[in-house]
């Protein structure tokens, strides 16, 4: 696959290079968990309870996606914009200290998973009842964190060198594996949600050796280093924050729901909220892949001091995240049926379910705003507003909502499921206000001062 040119390849064109081999690359990666849940709520007799259990395990599965976003993605904007202004000697050090630190930290939340794993599983909501089967998929599905963290955080390297297509492969090497040995693993071998755990673990191995096998080629021109040394550290994190929160605060809303649903409508509710939790992953990647896609671009010509390719790459981005957002509500309006029957062939929750998707995606195109507006805020190194915004929407509103609104005109579990859609549209509204009240005239000064 063509290496994209940032330097001068055309706005539109370097968006959709770099946007649709990630978006197969996320599709491929939601395979992962979602292949896993597919095969685990067709468990025969126990396919409903399983599934819950593993939804116990999402908060701490949240939060190590979000440590390796905070190196990923923290350290990949600021490697674009050295790129663009020449600076290879310091994207070549951003590079190496954002792989330094995602081994680090995955072999310290391996370590402290496995010592720990049972008391986090209590506090985020589990019972004596499902902790077996929970904690037997996050003990083995821990051993393959050092392996996800470098897979998937050294991607924003490879796609933000214009290697979008090398970036695919490597997830899509790991995803087929997955799909493969699922089936094999549960059903074949009998190990139900610890053979769910193995596949996932071998198959983020296989992913690791292709992706280090890249950082170590001729092809890569910054080559990484085990060395112990972590300059730019303080910069990657900084930026970084805001993903990570992202994600930490989406663990936060996981451990709240599963809590309130627990109490008010037990165990089966915690099932439908993992089924309505995997569409929404499934749904929101694509609008994920346009805005990731479109940051290198971003970056890069923010570095360069290019203010119109900047705001060009700003309207691309919205033309298709909008729409997209807008066609998925409507599908899930009409029939979610079909999403709910992905995950569970249980005819007894159908109802529960579907109830609850209408509910939850109720507001679901105001996620365009909200991811674009972080995404230029993350792209262009304004660390404030990005952090700020991803505080402000889960945990200063859905985090309350969820524990709020069912105590509310006796919604129950419904309150739960329409704490998201509140914030969507006040959170969505309200971060991409500000990106054009504060972006725009910047951008209009920096092409004022460059002309």
Same mark, same amino acid.
């Given at each position: 696959m %063509?290496?994209?040119?940032?330097e001068?390849?055309?706005i539109?064109?370097?968006?959709?290079?770099t946007?649709?081999?990630?978006?197969?690359?996320?599709?491929?990666?939601?395979?992962?968990s979602?292949?896993?849940?597919?095969? $685990?709520?067709? $468990?025969?007799?126990?396919?409903?309870?399983?599934?819950?259990?593993?939804?116990?395990?999402?908060?701490i599965i949240?939060?190590? =996606?979000?440590?390796?976003?905070?190196?990923?993605?923290?350290?990949?904007?600021?490697?674009?914009?050295?790129?663009? @202004? #020449?600076? @290879?000697? @310091? +994207?070549?050090a951003?590079?190496?200290?954002?792989?330094?630190?995602?081994?680090l930290? #995955?072999?310290?939340? =391996? $370590? !402290?998973?496995?010592?720990?794993?049972r008391?986090?599983?209590?506090?985020?909501?589990?019972?004596?009842?499902?902790?077996? !089967?929970? &904690?037997?998929?996050?003990?083995?599905?821990l051993?393959?964190t050092?392996?996800l963290?470098?897979?998937t955080g050294?991607?924003?390297?490879?796609?933000?060198?214009?290697?979008a297509?090398?970036?695919?492969?490597?997830?899509?090497?790991?995803a087929?594996?997955?799909?493969i040995?699922?089936?094999?693993?549960?059903?074949?071998?009998?190990?139900g949600?610890?053979? *769910?755990?193995? *596949?996932t673990?071998?198959?983020?191995? &296989?992913?690791f050796?292709? /992706?280090?096998?890249?950082?170590?080629?001729?092809k890569?021109?910054?080559?990484?280093?085990?060395?112990?040394?972590?300059?730019?550290a303080?910069?990657?994190?900084?930026?970084?924050?805001?993903?990570?929160?992202?994600?930490?605060?989406?663990?936060?809303v996981?451990?709240?729901?599963?809590?309130?649903?627990?109490?008010? #409508?037990?165990a089966l509710?915690?099932?439908?909220?993992?089924? /309505?939790?995997? /569409?929404r992953?499934?749904?929101?990647?694509?609008?994920?892949?346009?805005?990731?896609?479109?940051?290198?671009?971003l970056?890069?010509?923010?570095?360069a001091?290019r203010p119109?390719?900047?705001? %060009?790459?700003?309207?691309v981005m919205?033309t298709?995240?909008?729409?997209?957002?807008?066609?998925?509500?409507?599908?899930?309006?009409?029939?979610?049926?079909?999403?709910?029957?992905i995950f569970?062939?249980?005819q007894?929750?159908?109802?529960?379910?579907?109830? +609850?998707?209408h509910?939850?995606?109720?507001?679901f195109?105001?996620?365009? &705003?909200?991811?674009?507006?972080?995404? /230029?805020?993350?792209?262009?190194?304004?660390?404030?507003?990005?952090?700020?915004?991803?505080?402000?929407?889960?945990?200063?509103?859905?985090?309350?909502? =969820?524990?709020?609104?069912?105590?509310?005109?006796?919604?129950?579990?419904?309150g739960?499921?329409?704490?998201e859609?509140?914030?969507?549209?006040? #959170?969505?509204?309200?971060?991409f206000?500000c990106m054009?009240?504060t $972006?725009?005239?910047?951008?209009?000064r920096m092409?004022?001062?460059?002309s």
């Open positions: %063509k290496k994209v040119d940032f001068n390849g055309q539109t064109r370097n968006i959709l290079q946007a649709l081999p990630m978006l197969i690359a996320q599709v491929l990666n939601l395979l992962y979602i292949v896993d849940r597919i095969y $685990i709520g067709r $468990i025969p007799g126990s396919g409903t309870e399983a599934l819950g259990a593993v939804g116990l395990c999402f908060p949240i939060i190590i =996606t979000g440590i390796t976003n905070m190196f990923g993605l923290g350290g990949s904007p600021l490697f674009s914009m050295a790129l663009g @202004r #020449g600076d @290879r000697r @310091r +994207a070549s951003i590079q190496n200290t954002s792989f330094r630190l995602l081994i930290s #995955g072999a310290v939340l =391996t $370590i !402290v998973g496995e010592l720990f794993g008391g986090l599983l209590l506090l985020f909501g589990a019972t004596e009842n499902e902790i077996p !089967v929970s &904690l037997s998929y996050l003990r083995i599905y051993l393959g050092v392996f963290m470098v897979s050294m991607n924003s390297f490879i796609n933000s060198q214009g290697y297509g090398i970036g695919m492969y490597s997830v899509m090497i790991g087929v594996t997955n799909l040995l699922d089936p094999v693993f549960i059903f074949g071998l009998g190990m949600v610890r053979g *769910a755990a193995a *596949a673990v071998i198959s983020q191995a &296989l992913s050796l292709y /992706v280090m096998h890249f950082l170590r080629s001729a890569n021109k910054h080559p990484v280093s085990f060395a112990f040394h972590f300059p730019h303080g910069e990657i994190i900084g930026l970084g924050t805001a993903p990570f929160i992202m994600q930490f605060t989406n663990s936060l996981q451990i709240a729901c599963n809590q309130v649903l627990m109490a008010y #409508g037990g509710f915690v099932s439908i909220m993992t089924i /309505v939790s995997s /569409v992953s499934i749904m929101e990647t694509p609008a994920f892949a346009i805005t990731e896609g479109t940051t290198p671009i970056s890069y010509n923010y570095g001091e119109d390719n900047v705001k %060009k790459a700003v309207r919205m298709i995240a909008v729409p997209y957002t807008g066609i998925v509500w409507l599908l899930i309006m009409i029939c979610p049926e079909w999403f709910i029957r569970s062939s249980d007894t929750i159908m109802a529960d379910a579907s109830h +609850a998707l509910l939850y995606f109720l507001a195109i105001f996620q365009a &705003l909200q991811f674009s507006g972080q995404t /230029v805020f993350k792209a262009l190194n304004k660390k404030k507003h990005a952090i700020f915004f991803s505080i402000f929407r889960k945990v200063v509103m859905v985090v309350p909502l =969820t524990y709020i609104l069912p105590h509310i005109a006796g919604l129950g579990t419904d739960v499921f329409l704490a859609p509140v914030s969507n549209v006040i #959170g969505g509204i309200a971060c206000t054009l009240a $972006i725009w005239p910047e951008l209009n092409k004022k001062e460059g």
